[in-house]
């Protein structure tokens, strides 16, 4: 068996996160500490649709700390990528708040809000900590990526907060759903909207047209970008229609097509035999293996990894007992071959190579749909008319 097939096909049950029967939430998003090259990810954080954030021991999952500072659904979390402590969160009611995770203080550290009205339904901060953009929801006309000095926060929620750098307000006529900035490239961020487009900045520019390097097409409502490639020139895009697309940045230059991959509906494409492909939850570029790998489910919380091949997505192996729902968010650790899954049975699992699951308690499925899947329409089966 191959090595890179091994990762995947000796992952088992390691640890599951147990709550009380009572506290039942949609666990929506996941992300790690940053850790150094060779050491393993030590907290991991889940945002939860009763507007809170749990902090976890990533080995044991105990519960470390518990952030409860928003009043909308939380769009997204994300750890600073050279301060381990700090933890960033986005949210529908216009703020975007830092948490730091070694406090015994469950209050926001700093404090960031943007123009009157805006719902921040996506965000990023940039590889060496210094910049924030947070994509809004469409109010009326108006759709914008929001900037922020990282360092300006107040730490005070006060009518007296730091203004936004700026914004951009050209590039997108619908709800902002994904912003990503490059891994090692602060200057570089793209983005992704219901209005189907992927657009990729370079935000060193002085105006919004001259930053705007490409525009990519997905014909779709966009639900997960990433970046891949060895120097991470390619950028890739599930849609909320399950399509799959693939571009490479590098051809811009270049007489060779921009689009790799192009599959309006991978359930269709792909016929799986240890059951059906039913959703995209998203994707990770791997580095050791230079390969892009892409994690789909089922509704009833079997997963499936997929491999990246030449002209479309090819199935790996699929994982089950994990959970009992849709799974919305996974985070990857290279450094020890670790997955994290977290979805709506309110289960935060981990699985670990040839591990022996020590906790077994399953929770049962949620009924209710959460006040973000609600919002944010995931996973939804009409086709999305975009503008060409």
């Known amino acids: 068996m191959e090595e890179i097939e091994r990762w ?17 939430t949609y666990l929506l998003d996941i992300d790690c500490i940053k850790s150094p090259t060779g050491q393993s990810s030590h907290l991991v954080a889940v945002s939860c649709s009763n507007h809170c954030i749990r902090v976890y021991n990533k080995q044991t999952l105990a519960l470390v700390q518990q952030f409860q500072g928003h009043s909308a659904p939380i769009s997204g979390i994300r750890f600073a990528q050279t301060n381990s402590q700090l933890l960033y969160s986005a949210s529908c009611d216009g703020t975007l708040k830092c948490w730091d995770v070694r406090s015994a203080s469950t209050d926001a ?3 960031f809000k943007g123009y009157r009205n805006n719902a921040f339904t996506s965000f990023d901060i940039s590889c060496d900590d210094l910049v924030i953009c947070a994509g809004t929801e469409k109010i009326k006309e108006d759709t914008y990526m929001v900037f922020w000095d990282a360092r300006s926060g107040t730490n005070t929620d006060c009518p007296g907060a730091q203004e936004p750098l700026g914004v951009y307000s050209e590039t997108h006529n619908n709800d902002i759903t994904q912003v990503r900035f490059h891994p090692s490239n602060p200057n570089m961020v793209a983005s992704g909207s219901m209005d189907g487009l992927v657009n990729i900045f370079d935000i060193s520019q002085e105006t919004e047209d001259d930053a705007l390097l490409v525009t990519c097409n997905s014909d779709s409502s966009v639900n997960f970008i990433g970046w891949s490639g060895k120097q991470h020139q390619q950028i890739f895009c599930l849609t909320h229609d399950e399509g799959f697309f693939l571009w490479d940045l590098a051809h ?17 494409s792909l016929k799986l035999d240890s059951g059906s492909l039913e959703y995209l939850i998203g994707g990770f570029y791997h580095e050791k293996a230079d390969r892009l790998f ?3 489910g089922s509704h009833m919380g079997k997963l499936h990894f997929l491999d990246c091949e030449a002209g479309g997505l090819a199935h790996m192996y699929s994982l089950q007992g994990g959970h009992s729902a849709i799974v919305r968010a996974f985070y990857w650790d290279p450094e020890d071959n670790s997955l994290l899954t977290c979805g709506e049975d309110s289960q935060l699992v981990l699985w670990k190579p040839n591990a022996i699951e020590t906790t077994t308690e399953n929770k049962p499925t949620m009924k209710l749909p959460s006040d973000l899947q609600k919002k944010m329409r995931v996973h939804g089966k009409s086709t999305y008319n975009s503008k060409k």
């Open 252 to 268: 811009l230059h270049n007489d060779k097509p921009i689009t790799l991959v192009k599959m309006q509906d991978a359930r269709e």
């Open 8 to 24: 995947f096909h000796d992952l088992r049950i390691a640890k599951r996160s147990t709550q009380k029967t009572d506290d039942l």
């Open 109 to 111: 550290v700093q404090i």
């Open 294 to 296: 892409v994690l789909g």
